[in-house]
């Protein structure tokens, strides 16, 4: 009887010991998660401002050896704000999931976006201080638009609290 019951803690032990391992993270690598989009979709906003409603992305600066990049949201004239785009001006930290950027050539106002998750070929996950808020949005490619992958929503959904 006591082998069955220590046969169970093991058991029972083991099954933590899993959850827990299989939750850990490993860091985003920011600059190879920004060369693997230079297109993207935002799919979903954990604020759900309507200016983010058809918003793209385009990487059109990229530089891994000095962790310099330029990222341009678009955004679409929605709700009678104008159609214009956003420039992300975007260096490299010591921490591999997160970068400093300045926004629209300001560099009186520096901050930190912070790259939660991607599988490097579908989507990504970014929490990007922008106008006052922390939105939280999923990215996806525009050839995967509609049919994101359940790891993308899984994602968005515990990364942004959705």
């Not at 058991?11 to 827990?20: D, I, M, N, P, S």
């Not at 678009?74 to 001006?89: E, S, V």
């Not at 939660?116 to 922390?134: A, E, K």
Request: charged fraction near 20%; hydrophobic fraction near 35%; glycine fraction near 4%.
């Amino acid at each position: 009887m006591g082998w069955l019951k220590f046969a169970a803690c093991m058991l029972l032990a083991g099954l933590v010991t899993a959850h827990y391992a299989n939750h850990r993270r490993i860091p985003v690598d920011a600059f190879r998660m920004l060369r693997s989009f230079p297109h993207s979709v935002a799919m979903s906003s954990s604020s759900n401002d309507t200016r983010f409603k058809c918003l793209t992305g385009s990487l059109t600066r990229y530089n891994q050896r000095e962790k310099k990049a330029t990222y341009v949201w678009h955004l679409k004239a929605r709700g009678g704000n104008p159609a214009r785009n956003i420039t992300f001006d975007i260096t490299g930290t010591d921490v591999p999931d997160q970068v400093t950027y300045v926004v629209d050539n300001d560099p009186t106002h520096p901050l930190t976006a912070y790259y939660n998750y991607t599988d490097y070929r579908n989507c990504m996950v970014t929490i990007v201080p922008y106008d006052n808020h922390d939105h939280c949005l999923l990215w996806v490619k525009p050839s995967i638009v509609h049919r994101i992958p359940r790891n993308c929503i899984v994602a968005h959904e515990e990364n942004c609290d959705v």
